[in-house]
Structure formats: structure tokens, C-alpha cells
């Protein structure tokens, strides 16, 4: 029998076969027709190659999604054939198969991009249950791209990653609304994209040829934030010794983004009301009417109904930039986006850092998928960058993962409760004693264990120790904590 015909079994010619394609890559017969028969039934397209040297025939003729290899093999290695491979193409999966374990020989495949190894004898089950892991996962990277072009958002889609239901919801809510006028509010938690969100929306309306204007008002201080929406006149305040315009005159025709809308003290909610309801506003010190022809988007990771009932928030305000509402799913409730999500992250910081980590081993998503994301996306961004930045291998391995999402973290959101587990021996007053002092530690200790168990994200750690978002930042700035 010629190479190309022991080397090539399938029932249909290639063009009309839409089934991911595996090579299975043997000098066994009796394995190589057990996983062929194993996978076809599974429903993959499947090849055949009984040494090295025919494999690498196979990858030069033929596409292939998925490489499933022997290492030892008496003319070419599995490992030579993986590199190959590799080089043909740098998206294809690979697992490697031994009866020889080998330390040394596994992790030279990780290294060359391979996602898993198994050693002889193995579970069918378990190699069917990771192939179609893996198989899925680069599936559903491509229907996230088909997806974003059916929705005609090459633009302001291109990083809002995601094709789970709840994302689904989201995504058409955008298409619905971007074309209106309305005001929209965004709510979700912290990290979950709401900024992304807002400029999708912006991008898709009858004003995406205009400005779109960003403010987080929880990251202004209360004395500047009326100058930076509104603007002032020369002499308003000490320093202003000339005209400047507010990033609503900033934003005329097009939209803005109020971010973090629950920071917004009770004064500026009156000022923001006004320009809602009468679409005009002064500047502070100015007696002239200045016209807002602006689309309002706000944002917040708080629960205004709530704030509302406290009497924090402005009831009339909330039903006026409440005329639409989005609700962002948290990363917990779209599970099925997490490999899309890290496979997208390790793709850009890898291209940033100008390194060849190509893709993420099965048991590191594993640890991702068994994570409870309590910073979310951003929380997630944050961890690929750092694995790659760390990652000495061309496959993200589980050691280069943060040690709160590894295995030996508990990779829980931290329990006001818990704290007091870690509250430190409260020092005998005697002479000397300094209360200030003190305070400052308690103040250190506790922000620091928020942060690092929020994932390094503010907000969040804000509402894990009960804090505003702006005594957070004031201490966490006083402190160097980041």
C-alpha cells in the first residue's frame, strides 16, 4: 500500500468533510487502529501515520487540527514530529503518547507546544474527554470571530470576547439599543467590561463618528470633578487662570461615559440631573448656558436601588440614567468563556513580550476553569499576563499561574468573616504607646490582603473591606500598596 493511502483513511473526499481532523501517529497497528476506530465514532476526521517519517508527509499535504503522537519511535521521534508540526502550523493541538515515561522527554514536548502526554497503558475515556476539551475550546475560538462578523461589530466588538448565552443576551442588547439616543446604564461587577460595553455601544449608534468621552467619577476628587465634566471660567478657583472646557463640551454630538456613577457626590447628582432633564449646564464660575447635545452612558459596580434607599443616591437621577439598563454577567456565570478569554489574553501579551508561548496546557485550564474569579476578567487578563511573563515554555503550564488560582490556593473570594482569622495580637498600652501608629498598620495589613486576594483589583477590594472606593484609593496610594 502507497504512503498517502495507509497514511489517509476517511469515508468522504476532503472537501466535503467539515470534522476537525486528527493524525494519530504510531508504529503500533494495533494502537493506531484502535484510536482511529476510537475517534471516527467520536466523529473526527482521522489520519493515520505509522513512523515519523510518514507523519511528516501527512502534515505537509494535508490540513490538521490535532496531533496525537508516540515519542519513541525507531526512524523519527514524536518530538521531531510535534516540532514539525509546530512549524506548519503554530494553532494545531498536540498530545504525545509514550510507554516510556519520561521526565526529561515530557516536558521537552510541553516545552515545543505540545498540551498533554499520556503514558501507556492509558484510559480511552480520558483521551476522548481531552480531545474534545481541546477541540471545542479552538472550535469555539472560531465561532467567536464568525460570530462578531455576523453581527457586522468588526469594530467595537473586536475585544468583548464571548459566546455563552448570557453574552449572547448582551450582545444583541447592544445591537438593539446602540442606534437610540436613550440614556443606557451599565451595571455589573467590578472587572466585568463594562467600559467595553459602553464603547461598543457608542461605536455602533448614529454618533460613532463623534467623540466618545470616558470619566471615572470615582477616580476624581470630589473638589475637581464638577471642573472636569462642566469646565470652568478663568478665576473660578485658585489656579484657574484660564477658560476650560468640561469633557461634556468635549463630548458635543457624541457620547459620554460616566463611569463609577455611585462615587458621584449629592451636589454634582443635582448638576448631572439638570443637564439630563434641561440638556444644558453652566460652567463653575460662568453665568452663560451651554447646550449638551450628548449621549449619556453611566456605569457602576454598586446597587443604586439600594444606595437610593440610604438616601445616597438621587431617586430621580436613577430613573433618569436608568432609562435602559445592561446587566454584565459575572466571569462565574460564563464559565464556557474562560478558554476563550485566556487563549485571547495569552495570544496579546505573548505577541507584547515577543515571546512563544503558543498555547495553554490542558491542566492549566483545568486551574482556570476551577477558579471562581471574584475580579473577573480583568482578574483573568492580570493572571495570563503574568503566566506569560514568567512562562519559559511554548505551552502555559500551571506553575506559571498566580499561586491563589494554582492548585495549593484556595482560590475563594475573602470572607469579611475570615479576617478576623488573620487579625494581629493587639500590642499592652503602656508608655510609648503609639495609637497613630498603630492604625496605620492595622490599616496596611488589611488592604494588602484584600488586594492580593481581589487579584490586585481596587474596587473590589474596596467592597471587601467596606470602604468607598476613594478612601480605598487614598490609602492604598498613602501606603504604596498596589
Known amino acids: 500500500m502507497s504512503t498517502s493511502m495507509s497514511a489517509r483513511v476517511v469515508d ?44 511528516l508527509g501527512v502534515l505537509e499535504r494535508e490540513r490538521v487540527d490535532l ?14 514530529v510535534l516540532r514539525a508540526a509546530k512549524q506548519s502550523n503554530q494553532n494545531i493541538i498536540a498530545f504525545m503518547m509514550t510507554a516510556f515515561a519520561s521526565t526529561e522527554t515530557a516536558v521537552e514536548a510541553m516545552r515545543l507546544g505540545a498540551v498533554d502526554y499520556f503514558t501507556k497503558p492509558f484510559s480511552m475515556d480520558e483521551l476522548r474527554l481531552k480531545v ?74 448614529l454618533r460613532h463618528d463623534q467623540p466618545f468621552v470616558a470619566l471615572n467619577c470615582g477616580a476624581i476628587p470630589e473638589t475637581l470633578l464638577e471642573s472636569e465634566l462642566f469646565g470652568h471660567m478663568r478665576g473660578a478657583f485658585t489656579g484657574a487662570d484660564q477658560n476650560k472646557k468640561g469633557l461634556l463640551e468635549v463630548a458635543e454630538r457624541g457620547t459620554i461615559f460616566l463611569d463609577e456613577i455611585g462615587e458621584m457626590n449629592a451636589a454634582m447628582q443635582v448638576k448631572l440631573l439638570r443637564v439630563l432633564q434641561e440638556r444644558q449646564f453652566r460652567r463653575l464660575g460662568g453665568t452663560d448656558e451651554v447646550r449638551a447635545d450628548v449621549r449619556v452612558i453611566a456605569a457602576t459596580n454598586q446597587e443604586l436601588p439600594r444606595l437610593v434607599a440610604e438616601g445616597r443616591f ?6 433618569r440614567i436608568n432609562v435602559i439598563g445592561v446587566q454584565l454577567p459575572s466571569l462565574r456565570d460564563r464559565l464556557e468563556d474562560i478558554p476563550l478569554l485566556a487563549d485571547h489574553f495569552l495570544a496579546k501579551f505573548s505577541t507584547q513580550m515577543e515571546k512563544p508561548v503558543r498555547a495553554i496546557s490542558g491542566e492549566a485550564h483545568e486551574r482556570l476553569a ?16 503574568r503566566a506569560v511573563a514568567v512562562e519559559q515554555t511554548p505551552a502555559l503550564l500551571p506553575e506559571s499561574l498566580p499561586p491563589h488560582v494554582r492548585p495549593d490556593g484556595d482560590g475563594l473570594v475573602l470572607d469579611p468573616e475570615d479576617l478576623t482569622a488573620t487579625l494581629p495580637e493587639f500590642p499592652a498600652l503602656q508608655e510609648g504607646f503609639d495609637l497613630e ?10 488592604i494588602a490582603l484584600a488586594l492580593e486576594r481581589s487579584g490586585g483589583v481596587q ?9 468607598s472606593f476613594r478612601s480605598f484609593r487614598y490609602y492604598a496610594k498613602k501606603f504604596s500598596l498596589r
Open 437 to 446: 501608629a498603630r492604625g496605620e498598620d492595622f490599616y496596611r495589613h488589611y
Open 67 to 80: 496531533l496525537l503522537s508516540d515519542i519513541r519511535m525507531a526512524d523519527i521521534s514524536g518530538v521531531d
Open 132 to 205: 474534545r476539551q481541546h477541540v471545542e475550546a479552538s472550535r469555539l475560538k472560531q465561532e467567536n470571530v464568525l460570530l462578531k462578523r455576523v453581527l457586522n461589530t468588526s469594530h467595537s466588538f473586536s475585544n468583548i470576547i464571548g459566546r455563552s448565552e448570557p453574552m449572547l443576551a448582551v450582545f444583541r442588547m447592544i445591537e438593539t439599543i446602540a442606534r437610540t439616543n436613550s440614556t443606557v446604564l451599565i451595571t455589573g461587577e467590578s472587572g466585568t467590561g463594562k467600559d467595553l460595553v459602553a464603547r461598543a455601544v457608542h461605536f455602533n449608534s
Open 370 to 385: 476551577a477558579y471562581r474569579w471574584p475580579g473577573n476578567v480583568r482578574e483573568l487578563e492580570n493572571a495570563i499576563e
Open 12 to 55: 468522504a473526499p476532503e472537501e466535503a468533510s467539515a470534522k476537525p481532523r486528527i493524525l494519530v501517529v504510531d508504529d503500533e497497528p494495533s494502537m493506531r487502529d484502535m484510536l482511529r476506530i476510537v475517534l471516527r465514532r467520536d466523529g473526527y476526521d482521522v489520519l493515520v501515520a505509522e513512523d515519523g517519517r510518514q507523519a
Open 459 to 467: 474596587t473590589k477590594a474596596a467592597e471587601l473591606l467596606g470602604m
Open 314 to 319: 438621587r431617586e430621580d437621577l436613577f430613573y
